[in-house]
């Protein structure tokens, strides 16, 4: 566990209430050392063998949500998401062991694996729910999500929001989820609040919404790509 200094946590509480639209600010040392290291794509490369296992070669995840996509990912987001897994701030019994540093590597490791990561293309077919009510989750969508992720679910890269359109549908219904109930420590305070008036069938067809809305084209690759380096 690391822990932020106490004043840098006091700080951070005494301006949230000003500052709800803004990031989490990097507090953690590691988070900071990755965000400023130089990366390394072939020595990310390496790395990444250790993620394919669970996230798949091309880095789509699956379908079914178990695992996320991490391509088209933010690289301040992908860093901060392992900082925080590593740092306990994030629940993922999953990938605990493989986050460690002694199995990854330090902040080079993760700035290499995340700058790796951003040379591959997003999935076209991304898994996504039933349909319904899709109209109703884009007035909820524009109304509670789109100043901190964007018009068209493509977050903020400086921000520290995550690109979340064109992820798979059970992947995020379960992140909202967890959002809601407070499993998800490192969530955002007034996303969580926000989730939190909503109900579980809002919850349902956000998730799907969100599931498919488009990332730029050029983001996207072809059907049946494979990724070359495996
Ligand atoms: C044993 C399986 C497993 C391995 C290996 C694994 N992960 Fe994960 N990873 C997961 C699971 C499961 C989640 C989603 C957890 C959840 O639902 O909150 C996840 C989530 C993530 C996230 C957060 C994604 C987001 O959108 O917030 C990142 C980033 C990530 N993994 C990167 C990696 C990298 C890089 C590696 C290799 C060094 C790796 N993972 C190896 C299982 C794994
Ligand atoms: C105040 C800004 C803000 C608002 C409003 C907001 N979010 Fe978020 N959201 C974030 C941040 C920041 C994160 C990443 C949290 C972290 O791990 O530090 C996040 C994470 C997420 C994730 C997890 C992404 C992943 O890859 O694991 C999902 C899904 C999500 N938000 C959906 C929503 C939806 C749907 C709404 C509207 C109901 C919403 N958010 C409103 C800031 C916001």
């Given at each position: ?53 669970c996230?798949?070669?091309?880095s ?25 897994i ?22 080079q ?24 009510k899709?109209?109703?989750a ?16 493509q977050?903020d890269?400086?921000?520290?929001f ?69």
């Amino acid at each position: 566990m690391r822990h932020s200094s106490w004043w840098r946590g006091w700080l951070s509480g005494a301006l949230l209430l000003p500052a709800v639209v803004m990031a989490d600010a990097p507090l953690d040392d590691e988070l900071s050392t990755a965000m400023a290291a130089t990366p390394n794509v072939e020595a990310g490369k390496a790395v990444f063998r250790l993620c394919v296992v669970c996230h798949q070669t091309e880095s789509w995840g699956v379908e079914d949500g178990n695992y996320p996509q991490l391509a088209g990912q933010h690289s301040s987001v992908i860093i901060k998401q392992i900082a925080d897994i590593r740092a306990g701030n994030r629940d993922n019994p999953a990938m605990l062991v493989i986050a460690q540093e002694k199995v990854m590597g330090g902040p080079q490791a993760i700035a290499d694996v995340t700058a790796y990561i951003q040379t591959l293309p997003m999935t076209p077919t991304p898994g996504v729910g039933p349909g319904e009510k899709l109209d109703k989750a884009e007035r909820i969508y524009f109304r509670k999500c789109a100043e901190c992720h964007g018009s068209n679910g493509q977050g903020d890269g400086e921000r520290y929001f995550p690109r979340i359109q064109g992820q798979h549908y059970a992947y995020l219904l379960r992140q909202l989820n967890w959002i809601r109930e407070g499993k998800r420590r490192n969530a955002n305070p007034e996303m969580a609040r926000r989730l939190n008036k909503l109900k579980p069938r809002d919850l349902t067809i956000l998730a799907d919404y969100v599931s498919r809305l488009k990332p730029p084209a050029e983001k996207i690759a072809p059907v049946g790509w494979k990724n070359p380096d495996f």
